[in-house]
């Protein structure tokens, strides 16, 4: 018969949970050594169709289980349903690549519960932390009153930063009120810009883009034509699109934007690494204009799901925004004391440290080992580049953007990619999912792994002969 949790009454393991458990603690410590010594990491399946029910089934009961048998049937069955996104194979989406340093030290931040919500509770890891969104403020040409704090993703910081401009433009703009207010965003701007102009329930003013890139003179012509400019208060620009790596108009777009008071927010969660790269670091010298921009460290520096650093060039403004005010928490708002509490800065409240991981591997590594990394992921994608316009059947569409490249198989109906790409996983050689390109299916590599090699673009061409 099935116990209900309240049958379990005195029998239960309530006190053992939080007693030291040296037996689980080597099993657990045994399984993350093997994990982080795996070299390659393999690729993995996704959404296979495993019996995950059978597998599952029995697993939560009253009285617990012991956990080698929890943890084999995760190392046999779950975890070999989740395709590896660090593998050096994973070229789909925006892959992952974190260093063993940050790895290592995320698994201090779980293991200390580290908690970044106030200064008043964890003062010494927002230190640490800010000293992160410094550097990453500094990279962008902003000063040292800039500041922020990491939240769990991209969609999340876009989010934040957005409902910020949209509040200090109704503050600063008395005589919208009651309109509607517009954000300028390009048609390539990233999904979850369009969610977060939804939640915040402001419209976008769409400019269409002249090759995929997103320019002042393309705004300007849009303004000229627009019967009620003056309710465009924002400009969303990105620094590397998702789909193709093309960095906007930052210099052009963000002078404007300065000049007429507009708020200038730059979507950065992939492609703002290359802030860091000495090979296109020029694309980013716009960034000096932003009020707000975003860049994921869980993307292209390098560390842990789920960390995204947001920074804004005025953080007051998103205080005014983002504070939550109640009886409990007035303890933690002492202005005299200049305190810094990241839950001023976006949606939040309670927080992990999350920015922790990326703190540690940059102190061990030093920052121009990531400036290698980084540079590394556009070199490889330069090297696939030349490869495919080399190759007899195969069509680069355009020079790679940042580490993005964009090809066509010639010849090849939207099937063939998806069996191709299918067959590729089921053979372990990549992760490389199809995209569109301008209404055609067509391949697409994204890079990021340092450890992504020329063979394994080699192996994986040679299945498209
Ligand atoms: C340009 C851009 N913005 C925003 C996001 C969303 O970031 P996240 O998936 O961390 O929410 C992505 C994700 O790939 C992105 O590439």
Redesign the pocket.
Known sequence: MNMLPWDAGVMSNANEMFQFDPGMTDLIFEYCRNRLAEDPVPLDFGGIATNFEEALEGLITPQGQDARAILDRYDKVISKAIISVDSPRFLS??PAAPTKASLLFDMVVSASSLNGTSWLEGAGTIAAENQVLKFLSRAAGLDDHAGGCFVS????G?LSALVVARDRARRNNPALAGRRLRFAVSEEA?S?IAGALRVIDVDALIVPTIDHRFTIEQLLAVLESDQDPETVVAIVA?G???NAGIVDDLEGLGQYAREHELWFHV?G???GAAMLSTLRGDLFKGMRHVDSFIV?P??WLFAPF?C?ALIYRNPEEAKKTHTQTAAYLDIIHDEEKQEWNPTDYAIHLTRRSRGLPIWFSLCVYGTDAYVAAVDDGIRIAEHAAHVIEAHPNLELIRPPGLSIVLFRRKGWSDEHYNEWSEKLLRDQIGFVTPTKWEGETVARFAFLHPETSNEMVAEILATMN
């Open positions: 989406f925006i993703g991209g969609s999340t876009n990233h979850s990105t590397g699109t998702t979507d969660a992939y492609g994921d869980h993307k789920d995204a």
